[in-house]
């Protein structure tokens, strides 16, 4: 992975730097020591490590606005982040650039029931915001695998999602507002407590910006009250084939799960060996379907569905019947990372989603390519949405090992934007499908993508050498190459 | 306007563009131009309508979405989707009525440029919400896409929200692909009668904050409640109060009973079923209480659903003023007498504290020419909406002036 070439006249300065920031933020608001950089050398995709130039920790939005005008002016590059759970290296530091972490901004500013919205600094987590209004009976629906850790903030930049999505929406469904910090520290405040801001929906573009476009300094995100009751259904089928037609089925039917999850054989092995969650070992592929809602609307589609999966052909059919068994289905799929970590020295997970009902060839496909680098691999699936994680196992001590799980990757994306898909669904571009945007996109596709960034920051200074394969100059970006001519199709109706 | 151009496909469209910012040469952007009465008035020597680029070219209902070229009919497609029991699930509203032209009128293209949403938004969202992906073409005259045909995907900035809301401003798109979802098996109305304004937005925050999963939170004050189809409601003689609730059907049973069991308290409440729940939601969702009033000027307020009440009080004062809410409270439909601004002064004095925008949806030409038609941005913001633009349409080719006076 290539990254931008480190400016030597930039690097020259970093004690300056250092100083410049510290008199921003005053005392241990600024790392630059080079031991103590350590801790921020990855994020969630370990397979990269850079040190950043310094780390700041600011702890007021005035600092963060004076930290990003200061390196603007000066045209040093800035990294945005949040509690650096991302899996595609979006945190990732530049050698000469400035990280800059919001772990400090960490309060709840204000609980707002009746308005049913939460207003948090960018740092607070995931389940922190569950946490603060659980009370109530109320909760923040996405809810992504890290959410013990990852900050409200980095799921605004990723537009996380989680096992609800499907019903309830990634982050972008579920934020109203924002404020930010742009690059040459104007403060900016999108949404609010109201629906639909009016003009361009900067909100939704900020959503899955992946700290390219501005620093987050709020969130205010919708909350709900808790559906009254949840069940699970556990369902094994012979083959990935009949486990498919069981998901396309459901929703055939009309009936939009609160989660459905689906493991291929080697996953399910290896959860069932880890965790012991009663999973029959006899089936290709694995169903957990969870309902949730008042007990009349759950018990009756557990009925509808365990009747759909009967008639595609379920070996395996148990409604959970009680809070502890359901949590015991679900054990296993949570475990499923950690459970293939214990059969393999490494592993590395990919995210990319494809249209549901093209799952069984890619399956096929994966196998054979498996076969071909020597690699295993174990496939977990966000069935509903065809968010497909396939995890390659491999031994990063064996040489050339990790660049050969690193092409068997690239292929299963390559492959899933062939059968109509994209290369992620929730993990983001980050550095680890920069190099692969041209599989789905053009360049005019890109330049056009691109021509966004140059209106948030002109200089590219915002987490450069993430997203983009190529960086252009805005200038270059923005000329028109316009030929003169005749109006268009004379013979066309106009009138 | 001097003519139309009246594309057939995506080339086309680019071949119109590309001239248009050859020859500086600005065009209004239309899809079957059903809302061209909704906007600032767009100063353009030529149109580009899209109505020529209509069919639906991919629908795969068990995966729950739909592509279209951009000028498809709406009717169309949502006849498409009733076939197979599935629905646009922000519940578009036809503004045509209101806007003194037919029903049913209206564009794909259309629903999503102007990111419409009817009752449901509260649960469902909006129309960006269910925007996956689109191929336009800017007003540099290219051609490009964003998104996919996949509902959970991150590849990439997300322009389809950017499109959404964008009033035909910056890209002329040419396909979509949306999210669509089953329709509910059941639909049940719970009607409270009597409310005033701050008793209702009581009601409706005590049902959106329960576990019920209220999909409609309405409130129509006497005098528009009896304009109503539906006779429960017209001759409720008072305010009816409505929480609408969806689902399967032992489901929709039990929270319409738990509904009115935890607000007794607050008077008597009615029930509408499925064929009355329909007509009622789609009067609240067209603005219908407006469209028999044509002299008024119509205003669409989002607000926090709880300053709702206090946003209304204060634009009543000294003045006919009509008002009804959606959203639980969050949004006001106002409908005022004409005047020479239109009421916007008041209107947006109303928001400072609590927050929120006002659009002004219905209104005569020279009006909404001379007012801000949407809420006003602060200099920042406006700064860098227009660097957004001028990433897309650098020359101001496509519909300039339609959302903000020289953009």
């Known amino acids: 992975m290539k990254m931008p070439e480190p400016d030597a006249t930039v690097l020259a300065r970093r004690r300056e730097i250092a100083r410049a920031l510290n008199a921003i933020v005053p005392g241990e608001g600024v790392i630059a020591d080079r031991d103590e950089l350590a801790v921020y050398e990855s994020d969630g995709l370990t397979a990269y490590r850079q040190r950043p130039m310094v780390a700041v920790l600011p702890e007021t939005v005035e600092q963060v606005s004076r930290i990003l005008a200061y390196c603007n002016a000066e045209g040093i590059k800035v990294v945005p ?108 405040r999108l949404g609010g407590r109201h629906l639909d801001a009016g003009g361009y929906d900067l909100l ?9 476009l501005g620093v987050i300094t709020e969130v205010t995100v919708r909350i709900l009250q808790a559906p009254e009751t949840a069940r699970a259904l556990l369902l094994g089928f012979p083959t990935n084939e009949a486990g498919g037609n069981c998901v396309a089925a459901i929703i055939g039917a009309g009936i939009i799960p609160g989660g459905m999850e ?106 054979e390519m498996s076969a071909r680098y020597g690699l295993r691999v174990a496939n977990v699936f966000h069935a509903g949405d065809g ?61 056009q993508q691109q021509r966004v960034k140059c209106a948030f920051d002109p200089d590219s200074l915002l987490n450069p050498g993430k997203m983009f394969p190529v960086l252009h100059r805005c200038a270059e970006l923005g000329r028109m190459h316009i030929s003169r001519g005749q109006i268009p199709f004379p013979d066309l109706p106009r009138f | 306007m001097t003519g139309i151009f009246r594309p057939e496909n995506a080339a086309q469209v680019v071949e119109a563009v590309a001239w248009a910012a050859a020859e500086e040469e600005p065009l209004e952007v239309l899809g079957r131009a059903s809302k061209r009465a909704f906007g600032r008035p767009v100063q353009a020597g030529h149109g580009l309508e899209l109505s020529g680029l209509a069919g639906i070219t991919l629908y795969e209902a068990e995966e729950l979405v739909l592509s279209a070229r951009a000028g498809t009919p709406i009717a169309e497609i949502e006849a498409a989707l009733a076939e197979k029991n599935q629905e646009l699930a922000f519940e578009p509203p036809d503004l045509g009525p209101l806007l003194g032209g037919e029903a049913g009128a209206g564009s794909i293209g259309g629903v999503l440029a102007c990111n419409l949403a009817g009752p449901r938004r509260i649960k469902a969202g909006a129309a960006r919400d269910h925007f996956l992906g689109v191929s336009a073409v800017s007003g540099r005259g290219e051609a490009f896409k964003s998104g996919g045909r996949v509902v959970k995907n991150v590849t990439g900035y997300d322009l389809c929200k950017l499109m959404a809301g964008s009033y035909g401003t910056l890209a002329a798109m040419t396909d979509v692909t949306v999210k669509v979802l089953p329709a509910a098996e059941k639909t049940r109305t719970v009607l409270l009668l009597g409310l005033d304004d701050g008793k209702a937005l009581a009601a409706m925050t005590r049902a959106l904050g329960s576990a019920h999963e209220v999909s409609g939170a309405a409130h129509l004050p006497a005098a528009l409640a009896a304009d109503s189809e539906v006779s429960y409601v017209r001759e409720a003689g008072g305010a009816v109060t409505a929480l609408r609730v969806e689902g399967t059907g032992p489901s929709v049973e039990y929270r319409c009973a738990a509904l009115r069991r935890e607000l007794a308290e607050l008077g008597e409440s009615e029930e509408l079923h499925d064929r009355n729940s329909a007509v009622f939601w789609q009067e609240v969702r067209d603005v219908r209480p407006f469209v028999t009033r044509p002299e008024r000027l119509v205003w669409r307020v989002s607000v926090p659903p709880q300053a709702g009440p206090a946003v209304a009080g204060a634009l009543a004062q000294g003045q ?24 916007h002064v008041g209107l947006r004095a109303a928001l400072s504290d609590c927050g929120g925008h006002a659009t002004l949806v219905r209104g005569p030409e020279t009006l909404r020419a001379a007012v801000p038609v949407f809420q006003p941005q602060d200099p920042a913001m406006a700064a860098l909406t227009r660097r957004v633009k001028d990433g897309f349409d650098p020359r101001r080719v496509l519909n300039p002036g339609r959302m903000v006076a020289g953009l």
């Open chain 1, 387 to 447: 968010n497909l994680h396939p995890l390659i196992l491999y031994d990063a001590n064996n040489p050339g090992e990790l660049e050969n799980a690193e092409a068997f990757g690239a292929e299963i994306l390559r492959l899933c934007v062939e059968v109509g898909g994209v290369l992620t669904g929730e993990h983001g571009v980050g550095v680890e499908k920069r190099d692969l945007m041209g599989t789905m996109f053009s360049e005019a596709d890109l330049a």
């Open chain 1, 204 to 212: 939704g573009l900020m959503t899955g910006s992946e700290g390219l």
């Open chain 1, 262 to 367: 689906m493991m291929d054989r080697a996953a399910i092995h290896a959860a069932e060996d880890f965790v012991q969650a009663g999973y029959p070992l006899d089936v290709e592929s694995l169903l957990i379907v969870e309902l949730d809602g008042p007990e009349a609307e759950v018990d009756d589609l557990i009925a509808r569905i365990s009747a759909i999966a009967a008639n595609c052909g379920a070996v395996t059919s148990r409604a959970s019947e009680s809070e502890e068994e359901r949590l015991k289905f679900w054990a296993g799929r949570k475990a499923a990372f950690p459970a293939v970590g214990r059969i393999s020295p490494d592993y590395y997970c990919m995210d990319g989603t494809i249209p549901r009902h093209r799952l069984p060839e890619v399956l096929k496909r994966m196998a």
């Open chain 1, 81 to 188: 982040r949040g509690a650096g759970t991302s899996l595609s290296g979006g945190a990732l530091p530049l050698a000469d650039g400035v990280l800059l972490c919001m772990a400090r901004f960490n309060r709840i500013l204000d609980i707002d029931f009746a308005n049913r919205c939460v207003v948090a600094q960018p740092g607070v987590t995931n389940l922190g915001i569950t946490k603060a209004v659980e009370s109530e009976g109320f909760y923040y629906a996405p809810d992504p695998s890290s959410q013990i850790a990852c900050t409200i903030g980095g799921n605004v930049a990723e537009n996380s999602g989680g096992v609800h999505c499907l019903k309830y929406g990634l982050t972008t469904n579920n934020l109203l507002g924002l404020e930010m910090v742009l690059i040459d520290g104007t403060v900016v």
């Open chain 2, 320 to 343: 006919d003023a009509l008002a009804y809410y959606d959203w639980g409270g969050g949004l006001l439909w106002l409908a005022l007498p004409p005047s020479k601004d239109g009421g």
